[in-house]
């Protein structure tokens, strides 16, 4: 009978070890939330940031994301957001994150304006860019929004209108824009 109880002691040290080792387990990630709890939220736009600096895009979007998700709304991540999805050639979501911004939200949302139409107009969709860039320039009158415009025109086959706005642009800026041919 000496043997059974000597199997019992060696079956009970392994459920000892295993529930120790748990314990440990648990021990160790208690210990550990207050520093995961503690990343700063402001910590994802400068990573998404440094990504963009670097040229990587999908880690850009990545941590918009979850900036955005920190901060909802946020017209800064949402314009970030709209640019980095631009670059990947992703313009379907690049036009969702730039229709977000708020209409009242002028720097922004002429700035998204802007984005728009450039969208579009890698999109060779020059009506629509043509409508963005009116819109920005009823506005706020940009060199950006006059040469994107004039560029929509003149994919439109309009060269007297693009003419026209290189010349309103000289106009009110005193810079001599290139002739469209």
């Keep these: 009978m000496k043997p059974i109880k000597e199997q019992k002691i060696v079956y009970q040290q392994p459920k000892i070890s295993a529930m120790l080792a748990l314990l440990l387990v648990i021990v160790l990630w208690w210990v550990s939330l207050p520093f995961a709890a503690a990343t700063p939220p402001s910590d994802h736009p400068a990573r998404a940031d440094a990504a963009v600096k670097k040229g990587d ?22 314009m970030a957001l709209a640019k980095s999805y631009t670059n990947l050639r992703r313009f379907d979501q690049a036009m969702t994150y730039a229709k977000q911004i708020p209409a009242n939200d002028r720097q ?18 020059w009506q629509q860019a043509k409508q963005h860039f009116k819109q920005a320039l009823a ?15 003149n994919r439109l086959g309009d060269k007297k209108g693009a003419e026209a706005v290189f ?10 824009g290139p002739r469209v041919d």
């Design 57 to 78: 895009y999908r880690e850009a979007v990545v941590s918009y994301h979850r900036a955005l998700r920190d901060a909802p709304g946020n017209t800064q991540i949402l």
């Design 139 to 153: 506005q706020k009158q940009t060199t950006s929004a006059y040469l994107g415009l004039a560029q929509a025109l």
């Design 108 to 125: 922004h949302r002429h700035q998204a304006l802007i984005l728009m139409g450039r969208i579009e107009l890698r999109r060779q969709h």
């Design 167 to 176: 010349k309103e642009h000289s106009k009110l800026t005193g810079l001599q």
